[in-house]
């Protein structure tokens, strides 16, 4: 499975940006899938994540109200609508999948270590 992140660039505080994560291969609609960013100088932070089975979204406590995740299963992609951007949201955003099938507790999409492919990360930059 190859994961393509993109949408990422320069905004102003209090904008808004849509990155997408595209998949190619395998069954999408069976994945289950995350959005994990890290800034310099920081650990991976888990933003968002979606399950395969009922669409069930689960978000960090501090982006909740703010990030949105969404998937469609036809075209094999994952979103992560951004608003009210923060300069402290500047990070690299990565897409993740879990492809096992597996019915997992949302708090364990939490986890970098529950993904098993990657994507190569977008840069999101907001100004002040």
């Known amino acids: 499975v190859q994961l393509q992140a993109s949408g990422g660039g320069l905004v102003q505080a209090g904008g808004s940006l849509r990155l997408s994560c595209g998949a190619s291969r395998g069954t999408f609609s069976r994945y289950a899938l995350g959005w994990f960013r890290q800034a310099p100088g920081k650990e991976r932070e888990f933003v968002a994540a979606i399950s395969w089975s009922s669409g069930t979204t689960y978000y960090s406590d501090s982006l909740k109200g703010r990030f949105t995740i969404s998937r469609d299963n036809a075209k094999s992609t994952v979103y992560l609508q951004m608003n009210s951007l923060k300069p402290e949201d500047t990070a690299v955003y990565y897409c993740?999948?879990?492809?096992?099938?597996?019915?997992?507790?949302?708090?364990?999409?939490?986890?970098?270590?529950?993904?098993?492919?990657w994507g190569q990360g977008t840069l999101v930059t907001v100004s002040s």
């Open positions: 993740a999948a879990e492809t096992g099938g597996a019915y997992l507790p949302l708090y364990g999409l939490a986890y970098p270590a529950t993904y098993d492919f």
